[in-house]
């Protein structure tokens, strides 16, 4: 026995109209309209993100406190009308603990 579906001798009729793909070929304008729907999508909701993600040009800067280098406590405040340059490091990549740890990158910063 084979399913009414099988659409052999007396299948009931397909309610889905639409040409279907067989074996290995694809559809391939359903395909292209399945990947620009997705494109589109995505783009809609990235552009929001993209527009929070944009620095405050001539806003000052939120107050902090960090440690530095030789290991003092400095705020933002103490370098009030200088140019403030922060470095974030990876203490776990070679390069940083080689130049660190030897000295190289605290001589380089006076």
Known sequence: LRPRSSRGPGA????????RCRGHHFCQKELDMTLLRRKLITAALALPVFALATPAIDAPAPAFTATAADGRTVSLSDFK????VLEWTNADCPYVRKHYGSGNMQKQQQ
Do not use: I, L, M, S
């Not at 009931?12 to 040409?19: E, Y």
């Not at 009308?81 to 403030?84: A, P």
């Open 81 to 84: 009308g200088k140019t403030v």
């Open 12 to 19: 009931a009729p397909d309610p889905d109209p639409r040409p």
